[in-house]
């Protein structure tokens, strides 16, 4: 833990500092003052939503100091753990879960997409790109009803074709029903993907963590210290 203490001594010097040296050379405001000029509606509406902006983070922030987070993507209790404390700072924040923010993300990407293979396609390339594994292998499997329906209608399957799209949809019932996922288990399945995300980032966490402590550790100063655990580290102390 000295090693991570020192660190953050040092970049707390540094900042505290610099704040000195802008005291100062600091030139007082007022001798230079202009009339300030009458605030427009637009400005004042920017002025709020920064204002509103700078609460909402600073709620959140309030989360992330006061509660532990354990960097150990590899303990469940632990991801369970963070991904409460993030929820806890996005209800503080006003701010959209990780599913709602893929699903608000899925539906612009997806906007402009008129045929369904390119629209699931694009769901893979978006499951991808946020980290997450298909375990049960859905995907083949809806890409297997798109050609099973392009087969039956003989042509491509447009997602405006209400009456081709609901073939589909009987299709997805059956992948469902062999699966065994039900409608009333989404909550469920919703609260496992905020699990994965939460292992993903904690991941993430991790490897830039660690990352930053070996690059440290070459700098003359920090050479004789014994680089800590990265799950002993406590967040809170670096905010």
């Not at 992948?175 to 065994?180: A, D, S």
Request: aromatic letters at 8%; charged letters at 35%.
């Amino acid at each position: 833990m000295a090693f991570s203490t020192r660190l953050l001594s040092k970049s707390r010097q540094l900042y505290g500092s610099q704040a000195i040296l802008r005291q100062e050379h600091a030139i007082p405001v007022r001798f230079y003052a202009t009339p300030t000029p009458p605030v427009s509606e637009g400005d004042q509406f920017l002025k709020n939503l920064f204002l509103e902006m700078k609460t909402k983070f600073e709620a959140a922030i309030g989360v992330f100091r006061k509660e532990q987070i354990t960097i150990n993507p590899d303990d469940p209790a632990a991801v369970y753990r963070f991904a409460n404390v993030m929820k806890m700072a996005r209800d503080k924040a006003g701010s959209p879960t990780e599913s709602e923010r893929i699903s608000e993300f899925i539906a612009e990407e997806t906007e402009d997409i008129k045929d369904a293979r390119t629209y699931f396609l694009t769901l893979q390339e978006v499951r991808i790109r946020e980290g997450l594994v298909d375990d049960l292998g859905i995907e083949a499997m809806m890409m297997d009803a798109v050609d099973k329906v392009e087969k039956e209608i003989k042509k491509p399957l447009m997602r405006d074709d209400k009456k081709s799209m609901e073939l589909l949809k009987a299709e997805f019932e059956k992948i469902n029903k062999k699966l065994g996922i039900r409608q009333e288990d989404l909550p469920k399945y919703e609260e496992d993907l905020e699990l994965k995300i939460a292992k993903s980032q904690l991941e993430e966490m991790k490897k830039e963590a660690v990352e930053a402590m070996e690059t440290h550790q070459k700098r003359e100063e920090f050479k004789d210290e014994q680089v800590p655990d990265v799950k002993s580290l406590d967040i809170r102390n670096f905010l």
